[in-house]
T-cell receptor, first 114, second 119 residues
Framework: AQKITQTQPGMFVQEKEAVTLDCTYDTSDPSYGLFWYKQPSSGEMIFLIYQGSYDQQNATEGRYSLNFQKARKSANLVISASQLGDSAMYFCAMRETSYDKVIFGPGTSLSVIP | ETGVTQTPRHLVMGMTNKKSLKCEQHLGHNAMYWYKQSAKKPLELMFVYSLEERVENNSVPSRFSPECPNSSHLFLHLHTLQPEDSALYLC??????????????????FGPGTRLTVL
């Protein structure tokens, strides 16, 4: 079974609009960490935001925020005020306490339209 | 140099060649990783080194051979590869807070990758 699911293979958003990229995960560990990475066409993976399973508040980093719904096992990324430079692949990832690896989802391709 | 660097950025090799990919991190981290990213497939973890010792080997074929001579350098030696090994190979590093078991939630910093084509 997939540990990380990203159901949107491709998304379009108008410049300056907000967009939500979906991520659901599967774990039985009570303690885990969730990450979002951005991968532009150049190939480099860029860390965006982190959410710990015990964090009480949703993580925010500038224009990025993570809508963490623990009971639903979802960790959606919200990008506010989209910019053309936001066009890239976005990967959701998880690291569990009992499983040392970081597991990546299949990714969502985001295209920002001028 | 800052962050994580990888060389070469592009590599084309025949199936009988031997080549090596190099990764260097300038962040003072204690863990390093090799990932393979093929088209239309999730990122696949290949190897994990924590404190220069291999802690993870994800059933990777023996034609891929990692080497971690120190905490700043990681190599991936390639020999007799197959065309299906063509992919983007990404190196990453992180600072593990519990390096003996390689566990932490610290984010991984990635290099720009080596795009490998096997003819």
């Amino acid at each position: 079974a997939q540990k990380i699911t990203q159901t949107q293979p491709g998304m379009f958003v108008q410049e300056k609009e907000a967009v939500t990229l979906d991520c659901t995960y599967d774990t039985s560990d009570p303690s885990y960490g969730l990450f979002w990475y951005k991968q532009p066409s150049s190939g480099e993976m860029i860390f965006l935001i982190y959410q710990g399973s015990y964090d009480q508040q949703n993580a925010t980093e500038g224009r990025y925020s993570l809508n963490f719904q623990k009971a639903r096992k979802s960790a959606n990324l919200v990008i506010s005020a989209s910019q053309l430079g936001d066009s890239a692949m976005y990967f959701c990832a998880m690291r569990e306490t009992s499983y040392d690896k970081v597991i990546f989802g299949p990714g969502t391709s985001l295209s920002v339209i001028p | 140099e800052t962050g994580v660097t990888q060389t070469p950025r592009h590599l084309v090799m025949g199936m009988t060649n031997k080549k090596s990919l190099k990764c260097e991190q300038h962040l003072g981290h204690n863990a390093m990783y090799w990932y393979k990213q093929s088209a239309k497939k999730p990122l696949e973890l290949m190897f994990v080194y924590s404190l220069e010792e291999r802690v993870e080997n994800n059933s990777v074929p023996s034609r891929f051979s990692p080497e971690c001579p120190n905490s700043s350098h990681l190599f991936l030696h390639l020999h007799t590869l197959q065309p299906e090994d063509s992919a983007l190979y990404l190196c990453a590093s992180s600072q593990d807070s519990n390096p003996e078991v390689g566990r932490s939630y610290n984010e991984q910093f990635f290099g720009p990758g080596t795009r490998l084509t096997v003819l």
